[in-house]
T-cell receptor, first 116, second 116 residues
């Protein structure tokens, strides 16, 4: 079974600074997908960034980038130039490609507060 | 981008009554939809996988007779909480995927259910 761990229940960062959220996972699959979702106070789940395991290049989406270490099964999210609107719960998620969506596993989440 | 509509966004009902929550994929067909439950300050817990034209697959510990799922078309899945009790009060979120191998899950806005 796949598991996703986020070891930081809460984090805070000053506006305009950079913060890194940690995520580790456990799987025996060789091909899979990793995601970071953001859940602001509105409770809407918003896709931040995704990474295919077979791609060595780290995904980047504007101010958001990941550090994907496949051997270490680590998938951290870096937020640069943090903005007040980045305040939210962040969930790391894992999905296998063999049965896409069927094994979509979420981590426990990290609550990020961006301070003015 | 892909949009999933969930209705209602919030509902209050009396104990013993039933409540239906709808989840629609607005611009894509979703063979499979997923229903999650989220307790305050916790992660999403998968309740069941809704398959168009067949019975839903429930996760261990989820009561099939209490949480009825119907996936009548490729764009609509419904979750009915039957004979609701206060302990069923929670935030329910649906999600759907277009099914392509590199497509992420798209989430509805969620439904906050309060049973009095």
């Amino acid at each position: 079974a796949q598991t996703v761990t986020q070891s930081q229940p809460e984090m805070s960062v000053q506006e305009a600074e950079t913060v890194t959220l940690s995520c580790t996972y456990d799987t025996s699959e060789s091909n899979y997908y990793l995601f970071w979702y953001k859940q602001p106070p509105s409770r809407q789940m918003i896709l931040v960034i995704r990474q295919e395991a077979y791609k060595q290049q780290n995904a980047t989406e504007n101010r958001f980038s990941v550090n994907f270490q496949k051997a270490a099964k680590s998938f951290s999210l870096k937020i640069s130039d943090s903005q007040l609107g980045d305040t939210a719960m962040y969930f790391c998620a894992f999905a296998t490609s063999a049965s896409y969506g069927q094994n979509f596993v979420f981590g426990p989440g990290t609550r990020l507060s961006v301070l003015p | 981008g892909a949009v999933v509509s969930q209705h209602p966004s919030w509902v209050i009902c009396k104990s013993g009554t039933s409540v239906k929550i709808e989840c629609r994929s607005l611009d894509f067909q979703a063979t499979t939809m997923f229903w999650y439950r989220q307790f305050p300050k916790q992660s999403l817990m998968l309740m069941a996988t809704s398959n168009e034209g067949s019975k839903a697959t429930y996760e261990q510990g989820v009561e099939k007779d209490k949480f009825l799922i119907n996936h009548a078309s490729l764009t609509l899945s419904t979750l009915t909480v039957t004979s609701a009790h206060p302990e069923d009060s929670s935030f329910y979120i649906c999600s759907a995927s277009p099914g392509r191998i590199n497509s992420p899950l798209h989430f509805g806005n969620g439904t906050r259910l309060t049973v009095t």
